[in-house]
């Protein structure tokens, strides 16, 4: 069974810019999470989608937004770009939300904001 | 804000089994304590979880405290490629039923040939 795949790998952006992101679960999983993972602040939780729907949401602030599509494919977007941006995104699927279950990890995406 | 404490790094050698400690002395009753791990270069991956009692898994078995305030990762023979940072993480329930994965900043295992 193919795994989760998120496109691009790598990026390079310029401050101010937008940026999308996008996160391919493992088939017949639902739901669909995002993190960010820096050095200083380590894995912190974005958000969690299920069924289309914004489930549950991390402390980050509204520049940070994603979406879930009817096939369960994710995308997340940041907008105006901050260097502290800079980070390794991963995105995690799961058969179903809720507290008990198994994530499954993409390889993440290495977002570089100049 | 983080519920979990584990040390910065451990150190093994190879074949010799490793355990690798949490403290989660704010657990609530309902809480799941679930262990990942993450590989260099690579996203993280589900190791275990537990409630109360003991697990075990192909991959390691989880020792869960009477109390259930701290738990404690065992890898029966570690391997090179047991080489990573392992992360205990608490379900961080808010109200309304959300539930936002806390992670620590882990613990980095370091296995010798």
């Known amino acids: 069974k193919a795994g989760v795949t998120q496109t691009p790998r790598y990026l390079i952006k310029t401050r101010g810019q937008q940026v999308t992101l996008s996160c391919s679960p493992i088939s017949g999983h639902r739901s669909v999470s995002w993190y960010q993972q820096t050095p200083g602040q380590g894995l912190q939780f974005l958000f969690e989608y299920f069924s289309e729907t914004q489930r549950n949401k991390g402390n980050f602030p509204g520049r940070f937004s994603g979406r879930q599509f009817s096939n369960s494919r994710s995308e997340m977007n940041v907008s105006t770009l901050e260097l502290g941006d800079s980070a390794l995104y991963l995105c995690a699927s799961s058969l179903t939300t809720g507290a008990y279950y198994e994530q499954y990890f993409g390889p993440g995406t290495r977002l570089t904001v100049t | 804000d983080a519920k979990t404490t584990q040390p910065n790094s451990m150190e093994s050698n190879e074949e010799e089994p490793v355990h690798l400690p949490c403290n989660h002395s704010t657990i609530s009753g309902t809480d799941y304590i679930h262990w990942y791990r993450q590989l260099p270069s690579q996203g993280p991956e589900y190791v275990i979880h537990?409630?109360?009692s003991n697990v075990n898994n192909r991959m390691a078995s989880l020792a869960i405290a009477e109390d259930r305030k701290s738990s404690t990762l065992i890898l029966h023979r570690a391997t090179l490629r047991d080489a990573a940072v392992y992360y205990c993480?608490?379900?961080?329930?808010?109200?309304?039923?959300?539930?936002?994965?806390?992670f620590g900043r882990g613990t980095s295992l370091i296995v010798h040939p």
């Open positions: 993480i608490l379900r961080d329930l808010r109200s309304g039923g959300s539930y936002i994965p806390t």
């Open positions: 537990g409630l109360t």
